[in-house]
């Protein structure tokens, strides 16, 4: 089969080149350059341009201005955070008094533990979330809404893994944290606060 097409195409140049010596090899040029339509053609260079746009914005973002993804800080076994420090007793921790706190949540059908977080204003909070039960977000701050701060924070709350996102609250404040990933019938209810409020003897 392999010998035959070969063969018959040999055969075949043969016959044409001999009844037309010129036409032969300029008829298959033109067959090679693929025809492709200006407005398709178009298309392609602002595809290929917002792709190079996009790749210059993530390169930037990443390493000029410091944005990452929340990271991978550990594994936990869903099944027994009760009996895991320190998730058995999720809520704030002080590392450097009025400067520092780790804070642990722990996602579950529908709520946060813990659900109120109070912090001195200026403090920076290493967020430690995990979920006891299926996956849960956190979207802290509302927009727009008066008397509430908006924040660019938002943790994905996975089963089994514990996500870490640090952040620095220099204004005083109200933010609502709330479960942003669907979780169930009362997924719209899940939603914690943490105030930011003045720094004792800050003066
Ligand atoms: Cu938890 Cu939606």
Do not use: K
């Given at each position: 089969m392999t010998d035959d097409t070969p063969a018959a195409e040999g055969f075949d140049e043969d016959p044409s080149a001999s009844?037309?010596?010129?036409?032969?090899?300029?008829?298959?040029?033109?067959?090679?350059?693929?025809?492709?339509?200006?407005?398709?053609?178009?298309?392609?260079?602002?595809?290929?341009?917002?792709?190079?746009?996009?790749?210059?914005?993530?390169?930037?973002?990443?390493?000029?201005?410091?944005?990452?993804?929340?990271?991978?800080?550990?594994?936990?076994?869903?099944?027994?955070?009760?009996?895991?420090?320190?998730?058995?007793?999720?809520?704030?921790?002080?590392?450097?008094?009025?400067e520092e706190y780790d804070l642990y949540i722990v996602a579950r059908r529908f709520a946060f533990q813990p659900m109120e977080v109070e912090i001195p204003q200026g403090a920076t909070v290493n967020f430690y979330a995990t979920s006891a039960d299926v996956q849960h977000g956190i979207k802290l701050g509302l927009a727009g809404a008066e008397g509430r701060q908006a924040s660019n924070i938002n943790i994905m709350v996975i089963p089994g893994q514990v996500s870490k996102l640090t952040s620095?609250?220099?204004?005083?404040?109200?933010?609502?944290?709330?479960?942003?990933?669907?979780c169930g019938l009362a997924h719209h209810q899940m939603a914690g606060v943490l105030r930011v409020v003045p720094a004792e003897g800050g003066e």
């Open positions: 009844s037309e010596p010129d036409g032969g090899a300029v008829v298959v040029e033109p067959d090679e350059h693929v025809h492709v339509d200006p407005y398709e053609r178009n298309w392609m260079r602002i595809a290929a341009f917002t792709m190079v746009v996009f790749a210059i914005a993530v390169t930037v973002a990443g390493l000029a201005l410091g944005i990452q993804v929340p990271t991978d800080e550990g594994r936990v076994d869903p099944n027994t955070l009760a009996s895991t420090p320190p998730w058995s007793e999720p809520g704030l921790r002080e590392i450097v008094p009025g620095t609250f220099d204004d005083v404040g109200v933010y609502d944290y709330i479960c942003h990933e669907y």
